[in-house]
Structure formats: structure tokens, C-alpha cells
């Protein structure tokens, strides 16, 4: 067993520092993931015309969804569970259908069938872990090298483009305030300012809606840049207004196969938090069970209506600023989002952020989860001069954007289509493992393993001058 480095000043007990601190820390934590936690009901809710993700919902599977990773992973491993941005074009995906049974949904319908999709992907989860758990990670992993993950990274962003210009076209004044705050703080941020870029630019670009709103302006087609009247009818305590999921394999199949993208990134944001604080997580309590734990609360949270979840970056980011690696102040942030999911309140008032806002932040998000996808390849040295490594790549990119509307077929009674993402996934697989040639191998390249979680904070390396 490979023998556990203890990092110069870190703090693997938090007792020692007392209640207090630890619940700083657990608020730092807390305030880490908020903004891009909060993001993604809020651009699916766009998708839906209103009738999508609740956040109170995705608040509460955060805190439950953590809570259950750490007790599938023996209490060990310091991960906070968000929600994640992969899925995020499966359920754009979702609310256009229109074939078979989605005919003649209105979006709040389609939504459950979405949720059912996330439900079968983060069992997918429960099987990777168990063919890793009998045959080893390095040899499942051939069969997911980056140059088959990437270019379906890659494909997630882009078909998610124009869904950002047409958010910000409502208003671009304050859509380019919300994005230069978020680049401003990723690039020039220090400390705890650079690892919620996100948060920041929700914060100041609503504030100048305020300013903006109080002056008159209006968007572009003349409504109301803020509209206060959800806040005042909400209750300040009350239930999430949980759903549950229902089944179509249409849905699963548009939603299963992004599980490919996200359980590479589950492997990156693990080896990540062991690079951070010096623990092994994946050999103890090993890949087999970090990938258990998040599988099962993504399954969970979709269950009753949530989104997936995934390992967060951000937080990552601050386990490396605090330099405490105790997961009990993790799991307190789990709590504080549990305590935020029962305030009708809080969710009202995101509820009123405006598309503006949302446009500007998703105009940097969406093209940063693409060129993640390019620095899959690029990290891992993808050698794209090798016909074969050329030829995957090619294939999964036209397959990925270019089956617009995917392919629909009938198997029985039953209309089944196969989207662009899906199409592009299960080529891309076959192709690596007909092809020969493929010479990856987990864990030759440590660096190039970890980058590749889809988070604001990426894991820089310094040079030294």
C-alpha cells in the first residue's frame, strides 16, 4: 500500500481549532459551491420556460448527496457533492423533444422523464465502480481514454451555445457585467475571491440590476429587468417541492450516455483531492466506492426531482486555501445547504435573477466545459497525429453536433431516439476499441488525469520564474 504523505501545515483534525472556526470553514465551503450549485436549476428552469428544477430541491440533494458520499466512502474523503454542469445539455435536450409520447408534454411534463434519465446514468456509476472493483481501473479505463471523453466534452458546450447568446440578448449591458465580473475574479482573484467567480458574478451583476431597474432601464423587448412578486408571496419555512421521476428509454438514452463524461470527471476531481491533501483516496477507500457514493446520490437526488451530482472542483480549491483536510467541515456545509433548502425565501429570490444574468455567466460556462474538453486531450498528450486517435475524434465531433435532431426509430410500438450525444458516445467507444493502436494508460500521466473536472477552478500549475 502506497504510504500516505502528511502535507507541512495542514490540518487533517479540525476539532483542534474549535465549534466556531469549523463552522466558518464549513460556511466557506458552503459559499464555494453555492453559485454554481444554484446556476444549474436556474439555466435548466430556462430550458423549461419555468416549469424545471426547483432550488430548494438541488439545495437539499447537495447537503444529502454529500452526506451519503461520505458514508459510502467511510467518512475519509473531504468532497462536497454539487450539482452538475454535464447534464445540463441532456435536459436542453429533453425539454425540446417531440417525438413519441413527448408530442404533446408541456415542459413541467417532460421534466420528471429527465430526472428518470439522470436516475439510469448514475446507476451506470454502480457498474463502473464494480468492474473496477474486479478487473482493476487501469484496465477500464482503456475503453475511456480522453481522446473519446474529451471531444463529447467538447460536443456538451458548444450544443449549449446559442441557449447563452439568446439568455443574453435580453439584455447584454447586463450580461457583459456578469461576465466580466466572473472572468475579472478567475483570472485576477486571490485567495477565496478566485474560487467563487461564479457567486461573484451572480452577486455583483444583480446588484446592478438593482441600480439599473431603479433608473428604468428596461430589456430589450421593454419588460421589467426585475420582478420582486415571487419574494413577497413566499413563505419563510417550507417543504422542497419534491417530484419523482418517471421512465422513457428515449430520456435514458439521451441522459446515460453523458454518465461517460461525468464518471471521468468523478476519477479527475478524486485524484484531484488526493494531489491536494496528500491522501490516496483512490486506493483507500478506493475508486470503487467514491464512484458508489456519488452514483447513488446522483441516482437519489434525480429520483425526486433533483439534478446530478457531482465531486466539486471549488471546493477542492478550498481544501488547498484553508489547508484543513478534515471532511467533518465538508459535511457542515452539507448541513448549512440542507438548513437553506427548507426557506422558500432564498429560492424566491433567486428565482427573480434575470436572463441577462444567467446568458452573461453561461456565455463563459458553456464555452469553458468545451475547451475543458480540449484540455482533456491536451493534458492527457493525445497524440493527434496517430490516424486513429484523428479519426475518433473527427467522428464523435460530427456525430456529436451534427444529428441535430438525432436518429428515431421504432422497436415494437415503442419510438426510441438516439440523440447526438448518444450517437456520438457510442461511437467514439466502438471506434476506440476496433481501432488499433490505443496506448492510454491511467495514472502514466497524473496531471493530465486530474484536469479534467468541469469547474471554474482549475488546478493551475505554477511556473517558477
Same mark, same amino acid.
Given at each position: 500500500?502506497?504510504?500516505?504523505?502528511?502535507?507541512?501545515?495542514?490540518?487533517?483534525?479540525?476539532?483542534?481549532?474549535?465549534?466556531?472556526?469549523?463552522?466558518?470553514?464549513?460556511?466557506?465551503?458552503?459559499?464555494?459551491?453555492?453559485?454554481?450549485?444554484?446556476?444549474?436549476?436556474?439555466?435548466?428552469?430556462?430550458?423549461?420556460?419555468?416549469?424545471?428544477?426547483?432550488?430548494?430541491?438541488?439545495?437539499?440533494?447537495?447537503?444529502?448527496?454529500?452526506?451519503?458520499?461520505?458514508?459510502?466512502?467511510?467518512?475519509?474523503?473531504?468532497?462536497?457533492?454539487?450539482?452538475?454542469?454535464?447534464?445540463?445539455?441532456?435536459?436542453?435536450?429533453?425539454?425540446?423533444?417531440?417525438?413519441?409520447?413527448?408530442?404533446?408534454?408541456?415542459?413541467?411534463?417532460?421534466?420528471?422523464?429527465?430526472?428518470?434519465?439522470?436516475?439510469?446514468?448514475?446507476?451506470?456509476?454502480?457498474?463502473?465502480?464494480?468492474?473496477?472493483?474486479?478487473?482493476?481501473?487501469?484496465?477500464?479505463?482503456?475503453?475511456?481514454?480522453?481522446?473519446?471523453?474529451?471531444?463529447?466534452?467538447?460536443?456538451?458546450?458548444?450544443?449549449?451555445?446559442?441557449?447563452?447568446?439568446?439568455?443574453?440578448?435580453?439584455?447584454?449591458?447586463?450580461?457583459?457585467?456578469?461576465?466580466?465580473?466572473?472572468?475579472?475574479?478567475?483570472?485576477?482573484?486571490?485567495?477565496?475571491?478566485?474560487?467563487?467567480?461564479?457567486?461573484?458574478?451572480?452577486?455583483?451583476?444583480?446588484?446592478?440590476?438593482?441600480?439599473?431597474?431603479?433608473?428604468?432601464?428596461?430589456?430589450? *423587448?421593454?419588460? +421589467? !429587468? &426585475?420582478?420582486?412578486? %415571487? =419574494? $413577497?408571496? #413566499?413563505?419563510?419555512?417550507?417543504?422542497?417541492?419534491?417530484?419523482?421521476?418517471?421512465? *422513457?428509454?428515449? +430520456? !435514458? &438514452?439521451?441522459?446515460? %450516455? =453523458? $454518465?461517460? #463524461?461525468?464518471?471521468?470527471?468523478?476519477?479527475?476531481?478524486?485524484?484531484?483531492?488526493?494531489?491536494?491533501?496528500?491522501?490516496?483516496?483512490?486506493?483507500?477507500?478506493?475508486?470503487?466506492?467514491?464512484?458508489?457514493?456519488?452514483?447513488?446520490?446522483?441516482?437519489?437526488?434525480?429520483?425526486?426531482?433533483?439534478?446530478?451530482?457531482?465531486?466539486?472542483?471549488?471546493?477542492?480549491?478550498?481544501?488547498?486555501?484553508?489547508?484543513?483536510?478534515?471532511?467533518?467541515?465538508?459535511?457542515?456545509?452539507?448541513?448549512?445547504?440542507?438548513?437553506?433548502?427548507?426557506?422558500?425565501?432564498?429560492?424566491?429570490?433567486?428565482?427573480?435573477?434575470?436572463?441577462?444574468?444567467?446568458?452573461?455567466?453561461?456565455?463563459?460556462?458553456?464555452?469553458?466545459?468545451?475547451?475543458?474538453?480540449?484540455?482533456?486531450?491536451?493534458?492527457?498528450?493525445?497524440?493527434?497525429?496517430?490516424?486513429?486517435?484523428?479519426?475518433?475524434?473527427?467522428?464523435?465531433?460530427?456525430?456529436?453536433?451534427?444529428?441535430?435532431?438525432?436518429?428515431?426509430?421504432?422497436?415494437?410500438?415503442?419510438?426510441?431516439?438516439?440523440?447526438?450525444?448518444?450517437?456520438?458516445?457510442?461511437?467514439?467507444?466502438?471506434?476506440?476499441?476496433?481501432?488499433?493502436?490505443?496506448?492510454?494508460?491511467?495514472?502514466?500521466?497524473?496531471?493530465?488525469?486530474?484536469?479534467?473536472?468541469?469547474?471554474?477552478?482549475?488546478?493551475?500549475?505554477?511556473?517558477?520564474?
Amino acid at each position: 500500500m502506497q504510504k500516505e504523505a502528511v502535507k507541512d501545515n495542514a490540518i487533517y483534525d479540525a476539532k483542534k481549532l474549535g465549534i466556531p472556526r469549523m463552522l466558518i470553514l464549513g460556511l466557506q465551503h458552503m459559499f464555494a459551491m453555492f453559485g454554481a450549485t444554484i446556476l444549474v436549476p436556474i439555466l435548466v428552469n430556462s430550458y423549461f420556460h419555468g416549469e424545471g428544477l426547483s432550488v430548494q430541491v438541488t439545495l437539499f440533494f447537495a447537503g444529502v448527496g454529500t452526506l451519503f458520499f461520505h458514508l459510502c466512502t467511510k467518512l475519509k474523503v473531504p468532497a462536497f457533492l454539487g450539482s452538475s454542469f454535464a447534464f445540463l445539455g441532456g435536459f436542453a435536450t429533453v425539454a425540446e423533444l417531440n417525438v413519441g409520447p413527448f408530442a404533446d408534454m408541456s415542459y413541467g411534463e417532460k421534466l420528471p422523464y429527465a430526472c428518470g434519465g439522470i436516475v439510469v446514468a448514475g446507476l451506470l456509476y454502480l457498474i463502473l465502480a464494480l468492474v473496477i472493483r474486479l478487473v482493476g481501473v487501469e484496465n477500464v479505463m482503456r475503453f475511456l481514454p480522453p481522446v473519446v471523453t474529451g471531444p463529447i466534452i467538447i460536443c456538451i458546450g458548444l450544443s449549449l451555445a446559442p441557449s447563452a447568446v439568446s439568455n443574453a440578448s435580453t439584455c447584454w449591458p447586463l450580461a457583459l457585467i456578469a461576465l466580466a465580473v466572473v472572468v475579472i475574479f478567475n483570472i485576477w482573484g486571490k485567495g477565496m475571491f478566485k474560487i467563487i467567480p461564479i457567486l461573484l458574478g451572480v452577486v455583483i451583476s444583480y446588484v446592478a440590476a438593482l441600480i439599473m431597474n431603479a433608473c428604468g432601464m428596461t430589456n430589450a *423587448d421593454g419588460s +421589467a !429587468i &426585475l420582478n420582486f412578486e %415571487p =419574494i $413577497a408571496k #413566499a413563505s419563510w419555512v417550507g417543504l422542497p417541492p419534491f417530484l419523482f421521476a418517471k421512465f *422513457d428509454i428515449t +430520456a !435514458i &438514452l439521451v441522459m446515460a %450516455p =453523458i $454518465a461517460l #463524461a461525468t464518471m471521468m470527471e468523478h476519477i479527475g476531481d478524486i485524484s484531484a483531492i488526493s494531489a491536494t491533501t496528500g491522501r490516496n483516496f483512490i486506493q483507500d477507500p478506493g475508486l470503487h466506492r467514491t464512484l458508489l457514493g456519488d452514483g447513488m446520490a446522483t441516482s437519489l437526488a434525480a429520483l425526486f426531482g433533483g439534478p446530478a451530482n457531482t465531486t466539486y472542483g471549488e471546493n477542492t480549491g478550498v481544501l488547498e486555501l484553508s489547508k484543513v483536510y478534515d471532511p467533518t467541515v465538508v459535511r457542515i456545509a452539507a448541513a448549512f445547504a440542507l438548513v437553506l433548502s427548507f426557506i422558500p425565501k432564498v429560492s424566491d429570490l433567486i428565482g427573480t435573477m434575470p436572463s441577462a444574468i444567467i446568458g452573461g455567466i453561461s456565455f463563459i460556462l458553456y464555452g469553458m466545459i468545451s475547451a475543458i474538453g480540449v484540455r482533456n486531450i491536451v493534458e492527457n498528450k493525445v497524440n493527434l497525429t496517430k490516424s486513429r486517435n484523428l479519426i475518433i475524434a473527427a467522428v464523435i465531433l460530427v456525430c456529436g453536433l451534427g444529428f441535430s435532431g438525432g436518429l428515431t426509430f421504432t422497436i415494437g410500438s415503442t419510438s426510441i431516439t438516439l440523440t447526438a450525444l448518444a450517437i456520438a458516445a457510442i461511437a467514439g467507444i466502438l471506434l476506440n476499441a476496433i481501432l488499433p493502436g490505443n496506448d492510454y494508460h491511467f495514472g502514466k500521466n497524473p496531471e493530465g488525469d486530474i484536469n479534467r473536472g468541469l469547474s471554474f477552478n482549475i488546478n493551475e500549475k505554477e511556473e517558477e520564474e
